[in-house]
């Protein structure tokens, strides 16, 4: 059984009625609602109770992680997002989606700013498989279509991703990674640019089924503390 | 002085009229007036020409060597290629470009089929700028606008590059990954995807300016035989 | 069921009594006979068999290959090598052993000479976890301790690795990227060091546990032939 | 004229004998001493002026920062820490000596703990040129050997170097990723191993070289703020 937690800011849902109207529960609740299945179970917290839903034993006891926050990134308290870099350093997988590229967190594990250009003009976006042998890729085909995404473009200051599996174009001719792979530690990391609050991505089946492979691709395998001790002779054993 | 050397195959151009309206000379030629300068010598081989001027003298001789070719690829002996492959590894940089991704030295140096999926519409291309500050991409700004390209799309079977510096977007949607840097041996790689025959790509000022930054980053700082010596004793010089 | 197919050029064994004596039914019989289990099965072939015993059909079969030589790199037939390399690139996994560094199939697949130096000076080694939580370094700990082993050295002139797992130095102070990760293709590739005809490397348990975990990491879970289609529509489905 | 600024703490040289006789005037002389020259133009800093001294405004005029850090990283301001990564992000190179792996700005650049294992037991040390075309390495030869260093081992927890250049072997058996090269945003990093307060590291030529390469290697040649604009339409320039 893997384990996820679902962070999602969960305040656009509240006061904006377009993004009630798509996600009238929440995004966290579409995403736990579309994953949960018998090998996945989900918890899932929110601006509000993330000091409790995002404690160290919740984070200790998390298999992947998966992150949505836009307008709220700052009201995550430092010491939960460097928690979440420190899990992840140990072996937790992280799943940051769309406007997450902003998320404290997701700067903190790659050194950089992360920014890109973006437009919000419904755009149409074709996110292609440019690995299609990759895991995270699994029953995707070419392209995934979706009709409205808010569109992002590069420059998207990043590290150069260890594994690049998707990248997308929007109808007004931009381009973007979309779909990045890192470790970090022991813990793997997944950026997935598609999910913008107001279209309903999250609601598309192969969008739901790349965010089910990144679970499964993400899982960790082996997980502890990572040490920097002094070793008293060489060979000795830790 | 760099010493460029540019290899074309120069069969379209002489075959058909669409082609020989926009590079009446050649595509070489079109590349050695763009390139040549008074940091640039150039020098040119074609199909017809290979075996000579493509000598092993010519290539140790060759800081940079520029790859053009299409239908023609069978056509280029396997020593030539291998030569080629060889010379690269011991630091001779190489730009390929276009359908070069087809060529037989480029496919030995990447160890993959180098497919892709591609389409001959006459679709716009923007080449959008991934990495501002490689210098591959200095003065390009965020993208080059091509009235037309032959498409190229996804998936593109190279290794993940080491640097990825720009990403085609096509008006039917296709994405590619336009510019990627790769070192093999002592020996730096560019692919640029941009050149299809019947386009008067070439002379695109900023293509231009991609093809002349790429030499100045691939021309050799050292050059070696890679070799495989029995030492005598752990610390021996070589 | 994992299918393994072993080529192993058994050269060594039938002509060199020091080494008969470490591996009198060949290093194929002594590493069949250590990782067949209830989950993989193991196939071999060797330089005199190796038209019917690597042939297209058995590769097609074979989920990892696992592959030794040395002394007779050069009786391997090119179309074996491409037709390895080919496969890998659809697929199959590949685990190439200490010399195999220098055989047909690793080279085609690394566009690199892959050379390093080398000493015969039955130097002991210890092969150190440079990423403890990559799944081949699972159960090994912090190193792996050799009696003896052949010191490989740097520079190994190898395209860097996508993942470096292992680490190895040598009494005598050279050092040598020993756990080396590729993807070409759809293929996973890992390169290790150890494993000299001389010595009894293959009957270390430490040895053994890292190509295990190699077979399972390089299992393939995705198997196609990369394609170049030319398509009608942007967005046609392939 | 590259501008140089080196950032010792310069708690050790002060307070303990062993270390004063080898560096009588801090380290940060002994490396400005050695680099200065017709080409490079030197400044230092030191923990008790580190506000003045690495103010934003030095920051910004200087194209390659190099740092050592040990015993006093915590007194680091945290303000300095973060201008330090969103300079290197803007442009400017970095370089970090030794002990540094766990100095503030590294850690907040590499996004991992950069923890290793170490024992101060005086080995010899052995530093492989495992890129001998790298120009970090230029003028090498095979290694460098240093009498007496501290010993770092692996695992080191880094993200996985964009370009390993050295891998150091300890007489005691460690090894350990002695040389590694990063870009993050505009800013090339440099990792270099050797280096501890009570050996002459600084002293040895060969180190010398190798750290005036880095400082070559990772000058900017491109210098901007990253940013997020929302863009107005597809092709806007910025």
């Known amino acids: 059984m893997i384990k996820v937690t679902i962070f999602n800011e969960f305040v656009h849902e509240k006061k904006e009625e377009s993004v009630k109207k798509v996600y009238p529960e929440g ?35 998390t298999d992947v992680l998966i992150w949505w926050g836009h307008m709220a990134h700052e009201s995550v308290p430092d010491e ?25 967190p997701f700067k903190l594990l ?38 409205h995404e808010e569109t992002y473009g590069e420059p998207f200051s990043i590290p150069e991703p260890d594994e690049l599996v998707f990248i997308g174009s929007f109808s007004g001719g931009e381009v973007m990674r979309a779909g990045c792979c890192y470790k970090r530690g022991n813990g793997k990391i997944f950026y997935f640019q598609p999910g913008h609050e107001t279209f309903p991505t999250f609601k598309d089946e192969k969008i739901i089924k790349v965010i089910k492979n990144a679970v499964y691709w993400a899982k960790p395998t082996y997980r502890a503390e990572l040490i920097c001790p002094q070793v008293k002779k060489p060979l000795e054993d830790l």
């Open 80 to 104: 939960v997002a460097t928690a979440v870099m420190r899990e992840v350093q140990k072996g937790m997988g992280a799943i940051f989606l769309h406007s997450a590229h902003h998320s404290k």
């Open 110 to 147: 790659m050194g950089t700013p992360c920014n890109l250009t973006w437009r919000e003009d419904g755009d149409s976006e074709l996110v292609w498989v440019c690995n299609p042998s990759h895991p995270i890729a699994e029953g995707i085909g070419r392209f995934i279509h979706l009709e």
């Open 27 to 61: 995004i966290h609740i579409a995403l736990k609602n579309a994953l949960q299945s018998d090998d996945i179970t989900v918890r899932t917290a929110t601006t509000e109770t993330i000091k409790e839903d995002l404690s160290a034993e919740v984070l200790a006891d």
